[in-house]
């Protein structure tokens, strides 16, 4: 893997805050500094002024309220209406300057940055938190790379990861616009990814439990028309479903006694149940992707089995969720072949 901030040399380690890969010389720079990288360091010394005025404008905005009150003085015959308006005010635009503060703030942690380090410590930022500030800045600073080619390595590790841990944040748009940042044609890129990130989904897809990258490795299998790549994707999958435990996961499922919906097992759900209703939410997501493609492949068989057990699981509310409760602790990241 290669280093955020050298995107030319190889990582040695990682910011003990945030987790980006980095090199020796960046590493040697990080000790005195709790092992912090440039951007978090920068953004441990701005987060102070930073919440201070956020507090300083909501208590303006608070302010601003009590303000009406002795403005309009109601008591004394004044109108409540307006009273209300003025007073409302105040919150409203303590929320909204708070909101571009935010924007600001994030742009500002990462301004010292050279445009390819911005690009790649973005990207990084936005594959573990999501935050769509991230997948902007990062194609912004794009455009001012001076020779996009020798990174091309770690353009591909960097988007893979956000293939990989963000398949929920990212546009509908992203590969035209990743690939036009990056001066590539669509479908080189594609090809590329999938070229360069197939071993590395397989293995975090499976043995790390990132269930719910399939979603963006069965875009790329599709688009790429990679259909022998698909079927092994299916091999795999049915592999996986031989292990689930549907009786251990139901123990743990909200049920019906009597018309009243309780719930069994109260305790934390064991790190195995966890993971199989990963597994399963993620294939009832694409139950009719799945569908199309073993229909004509002539794998009914298979088929009938997803259906089968997929039929017996509730979808959870929030799927983004299961996803998050079956990442082992720390694994917020990925593992390399
Ligand atoms: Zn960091
Ligand atoms: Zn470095």
Redesign the pocket.
Known sequence: MK????PD?E?EGSCAYCAVP??????VDAKPNNGYCLTCLRQKQFARTFNYLRLFVWFAGIAWMILAYFIFEPTQGGDWSYALAFSVLGPVVAVIINRLMFHVFIRLILSNLKPQQKFFVAFFRFSLTGKKNFYSQALNAINQVPNPEVYKDAFYERFIAVLILQPFALPANWSANVSKAWKLSEEEMLLELLTYGREIFLINIFKNHHYQAITTFIELLKRTARKDLYNELIDSIMARLEHVDLEEIKRYQPHKVANRIVLQAKQQEPQKVLVDKAFLTELKLIEEELETFLMKENRLKDWREIAEISKQLQLPMIPKATFEAARYPGINHLSWP
């Open positions: 280093c955020c901030y050298h040399q990582a980095l090199c020796k010389t960046c590493l």
